[in-house]
């Protein structure tokens, strides 16, 4: 019973076309949020969602749309993909709002490769 | 522009013996500080924090050190196990961070039997 879960594992595209990644957690948190692993391996957040709400949205290009039907779930639709989009993507959810000394859980990773 | 390094890519230590993982950051304003691990394949598991008006927190084997006026913190791992092979990363947030988990580059720590 895996707490934040995420699909695909593994996407490979093409540049230019358009790709989601989904994620699910089942452990009430009201807060998700999207980080990216670049090839230098630093972890850099993208987004945040309260309580399906953006509370925090990093400087990413427009193509990057995270969408929160419900608090247990936060999409991320990337459109007309580029190269440089190609990294490891991490969803993470926490109890609390983000500031708050609370602990981030985060799931597998989804390693998007762009050819 | 890197807030919180990690300047150790790497680690090797001995089966029983103290790992002793480094991170430093630069900004002032940092008031909360964790420690995550990480596996081959797997997201970073959460492994132990520290607020800025402690300058120790221990848990098991794992104990993280702050020193604020250097802007240095620590992880202790005593004693080191095979199962302690892992990725350890160093985050921070606070100030104009606030709420955003702020990562180093992580730290490769192989424990040799």
């Known amino acids: 019973d895996t707490a934040v879960s995420q699909t695909p594992k593994y996407l490979v595209t093409q540049m230019g076309n358009d790709k989601s990644i989904k994620c699910e957690q089942n452990?009430?948190?009201?807060?998700m949020y999207w980080y990216k692993q670049d090839s230098k391996k630093f972890l850099k957040i993208m987004f945040s969602?309260?309580?399906?709400?953006?509370?925090i949205n990093e400087t990413v290009p427009n193509r990057f749309s995270p969408k929160s039907p419900d608090k247990a779930h936060l999409n991320l639709h990337i459109n007309s993909l580029e190269l440089g989009d190609s990294a490891v993507y991490f969803c993470?959810?926490?109890?609390?709002?983000?500031?708050?000394?609370?602990?981030?859980?985060f799931g597998p990773g989804t390693r998007l490769t762009v050819l | 522009d890197q807030q919180v390094k990690q300047n150790s890519p790497s680690l090797s230590v001995q089966e029983g013996r103290i790992s002793i993982l480094n991170c430093d950051y630069t900004?002032?304003?940092?008031?909360?500080f964790l420690w995550y691990k990480k596996y081959p394949a797997e997201g970073p598991t959460f492994l132990i924090s520290?607020?800025?008006?402690?300058d120790k927190n221990e848990d098991g084997r794992f104990t993280v050190f702050l020193n604020k006026s250097a802007k240095h913190l620590s992880l202790h791992i005593v004693p080191s196990q095979p199962g302690d092979s892992a990725v350890y990363f160093c985050?921070?947030?606070?100030?104009?961070?606030?709420?955003?988990?702020?990562f180093g580059a992580g730290t490769q720590v192989v424990v040799t039997p």
């Open positions: 993470a959810s926490s109890q609390d709002p983000p500031g708050a000394t609370d602990t981030q859980y």
């Open positions: 452990l009430g948190h009201d807060t």
């Open positions: 969602y309260n309580n399906k709400e953006l509370i």
């Open positions: 900004n002032s304003m940092f008031d909360y």
């Open positions: 520290i607020s800025s008006i402690k």
């Open positions: 985050a921070a947030s606070g100030g104009d961070s606030w709420g955003k988990l702020q």
